[in-house]
T-cell receptor, first 113, second 115 residues
Framework: EAQVTQNPRYLITVTGKKLTVTCSQNMNHEYMSWYRQDPGLGLRQIYYSMNVEVTDKGDVPEGYKVSRKEKRNFPLILESPSPNQTSLYFC????????????FGEGSRLTVL | DAKTTQPTSMDCAEGRAANLPCNHSTISGNEYVYWYRQIHSQGPQYIIHGLKNNETNEMASLIITEDRKSSTLILPHATLRDTAVYYCIVRVEGFGGTSYGKLTFGQGTILTVHP
């Protein structure tokens, strides 16, 4: 089954404790991206990657890092999480062979205390 | 990418057509209009997209004005399960153009379908 898988789905952590949210897709997609969603602010793009070893900032990249060492994986790294990074996070992918539609993961709800 | 403007919320009676407008007056010639919807806090789901011709699939119809500055998503027979946030975005199709990567979703339209 074609899918985008995020882990963990839920996480409560404390300020300053490094964490990684993983994202994996099994559709051989070149494009992957991360979004955060906060009440009243819609979906805001954090980082995106056009292909392996190619990443670029979205609208709200501060406090986040990403890497794209393999085509299928695009982890989101919070080196020193802060309470303002409490949010619902989505990973999405899209491929050159399809029509540009994005496939989204189920989301990861992160709480930073 | 061109920016889009949508109403904050809309209501629709079950069984009636839901018509959701989107304004994209700065759309470029190679940018498509895409629609997604998000139910509760699930990941957004692709609905339909188009360039300048009207499009229809099993979920919805998309009507794009001749000048391409606005479009309307039509859910022909809305059900309670269509209650969701609907997002309209514009982007190039496939991998053409530098605007492919950075995407802005905005806040979308909250559609409430009532009995």
């Amino acid at each position: 089954e074609a899918q985008v898988t995020q882990n963990p789905r839920y996480l409560i952590t404390v300020t300053g404790k490094k964490l990684t949210v993983t994202c994996s897709q099994n559709m051989n997609h070149e494009y992957m991206s991360w979004y955060r969603q906060d009440p009243g602010l819609g979906l805001r793009q954090i980082y995106y990657s056009m292909n392996v070893e190619v990443t670029d900032k979205g609208d709200v990249p501060e406090g986040y890092k990403v890497s794209r060492k393999e085509k299928r994986n695009f982890p989101l790294i919070l080196e020193s999480p802060s309470p303002n990074q409490t949010s619902l996070y989505f990973c999405a992918s899209s491929g050159q062979r399809n029509t540009g539609e994005l496939f989204f993961g189920e989301g990861s709800r992160l709480t930073v205390l | 990418d061109a920016k889009t403007t949508q109403p904050t919320s809309m209501d629709c009676a079950e069984g009636r057509a839901a018509n959701l407008p989107c304004n994209h007056s700065t759309i470029s010639g190679n940018e498509y209009v895409y629609w997604y919807r998000q139910i509760h806090s699930q990941g957004p789901q692709y609905i339909i997209h188009g360039l300048k011709n009207n499009e229809t699939n099993e979920m919805a119809s998309l009507i794009i004005t001749e000048d391409r500055k606005s479009s309307t998503l039509i859910l022909p027979h809305a059900t309670l399960r269509d209650t969701a946030v609907y997002y309209c975005i514009v982007r190039v199709e496939g991998f053409g153009g530098t605007s492919y990567g950075k995407l802005t979703f905005g806040q979308g339209t909250i559609l409430t379908v009532h009995p």
